[in-house]
C-alpha cells in the first residue's frame, strides 16, 4: 500500500477534469461525426478504432510516465517523504498503468461473449449495434467512475482488500469449473421487471429505443439489449475494479486505466464478434488472472514487503493471457459426436 498518496485529488482535480474533457470530445467525436448515420461496422473501420484506442492509451501511458519522471523530484511533499525515490515512483506509474490497462481490457473481452449472445437473442442488426454499444459504454463508464470512488475508499481497510482477494480467487475458481450456462436475458429479473413497467415491443423502429403505437409509448428490443448490457457491465465491474486496485491504489490510475480499456472495447467488438469461437480459452486464461491477482491481495503483496514486483505483474498477466490465446488457435474444438444433443 503506498505510503502516500503520488496523485492526490486535491491537487491533480485539473488531471481529472482535462481527462473528463478529452473522453467526452472523444464519444462526442465518435457518435457525432463518424457514426452520425446508422451502418454496419466494416472490419477495417474497427481495425482502424482499435488501433487509434490502444496508440492513445499506449501514449497517454508514457505521457504520465514523462510528467511524473519530471514532477517528482520538484514535489516537497513528496521527497519529504524518507527514502522516497522520484525516479523509481516515476517507472512504477507507468507500470502499473500498463499493467491495469492489460488486466482491464483482457476483463473486458469477457464483455463480447455477452454482446454477442445479446445482440443474436434480440435480433439486433449490426447497423444498429454502434448506438447501443456507445450509451452501453456511456452508462459503464459511469458505474466504473462510481465503483472507482467507493473503492478508493475501502481499500484503504486491509480487511476489505482481502475480502476482495477472497472474492476473487473464488470466481476465479469458478471460471475454471464451474459449467457454463447459457445466457437467457427474458429470465433476468431486472429485464422482468422491465417488461412489466414498460410495454414491450417486438418490433425494430430503426435504432430508436422508444417508440409510440396508438399513443402507448414501447421499448423496443434496442432499449431492452442495452439494459441487459448494463447489467451485465455492472457484474463485471464488480471483478475487474477490485482486481486493478491489486495492482495500484492510486485512484487516477485505477481511472484513467478502466476508462482506456472501456472505450477501446466498442471498436473491438466489431473486429472480434465473428471470432469468438477462436477464444474459446481465453475464459480459462481470465480465470487464472483473477486467481493470480486475488493471492497478490490475500497473499503475496504482504509476502513482498507491501508490493509484489510490478514487472512482474506484467509479465505473469501477459503471459496467461498470450498462452490461454495461442492455444485457443492451435488446439481444435472437440469434435461434436454424433447423437449429441442439436447435433446431426
Same mark, same amino acid.
Given at each position: 500500500?503506498?505510503?502516500?498518496?503520488?496523485?492526490?485529488?486535491?491537487?491533480?482535480?485539473?488531471?481529472?477534469?482535462?481527462?473528463?474533457?478529452?473522453?467526452?470530445?472523444?464519444?462526442?467525436?465518435?457518435?457525432?461525426?463518424?457514426? +452520425?448515420?446508422?451502418?454496419?461496422?466494416?472490419?477495417?473501420?474497427?481495425?482502424a478504432w482499435t488501433g487509434i484506442w490502444l496508440t492513445l492509451a499506449l501514449v497517454f501511458g508514457l505521457g504520465l510516465y514523462y510528467y511524473s519522471a519530471q514532477k517528482f523530484p520538484h514535489d516537497p511533499r513528496l521527497m519529504a517523504v524518507p527514502g522516497f525515490d522520484p525516479?523509481?515512483?516515476?517507472?512504477?506509474?507507468?507500470?502499473?498503468?500498463?499493467?491495469?490497462?492489460?488486466?482491464?481490457?483482457?476483463?473486458?473481452?469477457?464483455?463480447?461473449?455477452?454482446?454477442?449472445?445479446?445482440?443474436?437473442?434480440?435480433?439486433?442488426?449490426?447497423?444498429?449495434?454502434?448506438?447501443?454499444?456507445?450509451?452501453?459504454?456511456?452508462?459503464?463508464?459511469?458505474?466504473?467512475?462510481?465503483?472507482?470512488?467507493?473503492?478508493?475508499?475501502?481499500?484503504?481497510?486491509?480487511?476489505?482488500?482481502?475480502?476482495?482477494?477472497?472474492?476473487?480467487?473464488?470466481?476465479?475458481?469458478?471460471?475454471?469449473?464451474?459449467?457454463? *450456462?447459457?445466457?437467457?436475458?427474458?429470465?433476468?429479473?431486472?429485464? +422482468?421487471?422491465?417488461?412489466?413497467?414498460?410495454?414491450?415491443?417486438?418490433?425494430?423502429?430503426?435504432?430508436?429505443?422508444?417508440?409510440?403505437?396508438?399513443?402507448?409509448?414501447?421499448?423496443?428490443?434496442?432499449?431492452?439489449?442495452?439494459?441487459?448490457?448494463?447489467?451485465?457491465?455492472?457484474?463485471?465491474?464488480?471483478?475487474?475494479?477490485?482486481?486493478?486496485?491489486?495492482?495500484?491504489?492510486?485512484?487516477?490510475?485505477?481511472?484513467?486505466s478502466n476508462v482506456f480499456a472501456i472505450l477501446g472495447l466498442r471498436a473491438m467488438y466489431f473486429l472480434l464478434a465473428d471470432m469468438v469461437d477462436r477464444f474459446r480459452l481465453?475464459?480459462?486464461?481470465?480465470?487464472?488472472?483473477?486467481?493470480?491477482?486475488?493471492? *497478490?491481495?490475500?497473499?503475496?503483496?504482504?509476502?513482498?514487503?507491501?508490493?509484489?514486483?510490478?514487472?512482474?505483474?506484467?509479465?505473469?498477466?501477459?503471459?496467461?493471457?498470450?498462452?490461454?490465446?495461442?492455444?485457443?488457435?492451435?488446439?481444435?474444438?472437440?469434435?461434436?459426436?454424433?447423437?449429441?444433443?442439436? *447435433?446431426?
Amino acid at each position: 500500500m503506498n505510503a502516500i498518496s503520488l496523485f492526490p485529488f486535491a491537487e491533480y482535480w485539473w488531471f481529472y477534469g482535462l481527462f473528463l474533457l478529452f473522453v467526452l470530445g472523444m464519444l462526442a467525436l465518435d457518435l457525432g461525426v463518424f457514426h +452520425r448515420e446508422a451502418h454496419r461496422v466494416s472490419t477495417k473501420e474497427s481495425l482502424a478504432w482499435t488501433g487509434i484506442w490502444l496508440t492513445l492509451a499506449l501514449v497517454f501511458g508514457l505521457g504520465l510516465y514523462y510528467y511524473s519522471a519530471q514532477k517528482f523530484p520538484h514535489d516537497p511533499r513528496l521527497m519529504a517523504v524518507p527514502g522516497f525515490d522520484p525516479a523509481a515512483a516515476a517507472r512504477q506509474v507507468g507500470l502499473e498503468f500498463l499493467t491495469g490497462f492489460v488486466i482491464e481490457k483482457s476483463l473486458a473481452v469477457d464483455n463480447i461473449f455477452v454482446f454477442v449472445v445479446v445482440f443474436s437473442y434480440f435480433s439486433i442488426p449490426p447497423a444498429y449495434q454502434h448506438r447501443v454499444l456507445f450509451y452501453g459504454i456511456l452508462g459503464a463508464l459511469v458505474f466504473r467512475i462510481i465503483f472507482i470512488a467507493l473503492g478508493s475508499v475501502l481499500m484503504q481497510y486491509h480487511v476489505v482488500v482481502v475480502i476482495f482477494g477472497i472474492f476473487l480467487l473464488l470466481t476465479g475458481v469458478k471460471i475454471l469449473f464451474a459449467p457454463e *450456462k447459457p445466457i437467457e436475458p427474458d429470465k433476468n429479473p431486472i429485464i +422482468r421487471l422491465l417488461k412489466r413497467l414498460v410495454p414491450v415491443t417486438t418490433d425494430m423502429a430503426g435504432e430508436r429505443f422508444f417508440v409510440r403505437k396508438s399513443g402507448v409509448l414501447y421499448a423496443t428490443p434496442v432499449f431492452v439489449s442495452l439494459v441487459f448490457i448494463e447489467l451485465s457491465d455492472i457484474i463485471f465491474a464488480v471483478d475487474s475494479v477490485p482486481a486493478i486496485f491489486a495492482i495500484t491504489k492510486e485512484p487516477f490510475i485505477v481511472l484513467t486505466s478502466n476508462v482506456f480499456a472501456i472505450l477501446g472495447l466498442r471498436a473491438m467488438y466489431f473486429l472480434l464478434a465473428d471470432m469468438v469461437d477462436r477464444f474459446r480459452l481465453l475464459k480459462y486464461g481470465l480465470g487464472f488472472v483473477l486467481i493470480f491477482v486475488g493471492l *497478490k491481495m490475500v497473499w503475496l503483496n504482504d509476502a513482498f514487503g507491501g508490493k509484489f514486483p510490478i514487472t512482474w505483474s506484467l509479465g505473469i498477466i501477459a503471459g496467461i493471457l498470450a498462452v490461454s490465446m495461442v492455444a485457443s488457435w492451435l488446439i481444435p474444438p472437440p469434435q461434436s459426436r454424433p447423437g449429441d444433443p442439436g *447435433k446431426p
